[in-house]
């Protein structure tokens, strides 16, 4: 091989190298950044949407899906960034988002919680929802981490009537109330972060 295409082909390699290593590096990067390194052993965060009848969780994928809500509630956030709450209200949940406005004067929807009381959505395997027995969600969720009563009051100001709660995948947060009975009177889910 001549001298001038055997030293090509060694800059071409150095440039494939290079290349890759760079695409290595940002998805280690993106993976740092959004997989928060939790897989769920029940059901994982695209099933909680999938039980709802949705690919996912974002504002247009929800109104698309779904057309309009039954009752749509837009409140200022008491704060000082500007931040808006929307909350679509349909006949067995409820998706709260807050929307973030960006320096270029648009807005982002980002969702914060789901809360479900509808006894026809079911999640899982275990078909755990509205109505099922607290035996049944330990059951469902026994190989998932409990979140201790401490950090259940960080998810009290959302879900009020909160009274336990697991970590789903990616550090989510499953959410159940129970009546006096021990049946479940609502389920909430909180994503990973926005």
């Known amino acids: 091989m001549p001298r001038k295409k055997h030293g090509c082909l060694i800059v071409f390699l150095i440039c494939l190298v290079l ?25 994982s965060n695209r099933g909680y949407a999938r039980a709802l009848g949705l690919s996912d969780f974002k504002y ?7 057309g309009s809500p039954v009752n749509q509630t837009v409140l ?28 270029n004067g648009s807005t982002r929807k980002a969702l914060y919680l789901v809360t479900v009381w509808g006894e026809s959505t079911k999640f899982g ?9 607290r035996e049944e969600v330990h059951k469902a969720y026994e190989k998932e981490p409990v979140i201790s009563q401490s950090e259940l009051a960080f998810s009290s100001e959302d879900f009020p009537n909160i009274d336990e709660g697991y970590f789903g995948e990616d550090w989510s947060r ?4 129970f009546d006096e009975a021990g049946f479940v009177t609502s389920i909430a889910y909180e994503p990973p972060s926005f």
């Not at 290349?19 to 059901?43: C, E, H, K, P």
């Open 60 to 66: 247009d994928t929800v109104l698309k899906k779904l």
């Open 19 to 43: 290349v890759v290593s760079w695409f290595i590096s940002a998805y280690n990067y993106d993976r740092q950044m959004t997989d928060y390194g939790r897989r769920s052993n029940y059901l």
């Open 174 to 177: 499953i959410l159940f109330s």
């Open 125 to 133: 395997k275990k078909q755990i929802g509205v109505g099922s027995s």
């Open 76 to 103: 200022p956030e008491a704060d000082q960034l500007g931040n808006t709450l929307v909350f679509l209200e349909y006949p067995d949940f409820r998706a709260a988002y807050v929307e973030i406005p960006r320096v």
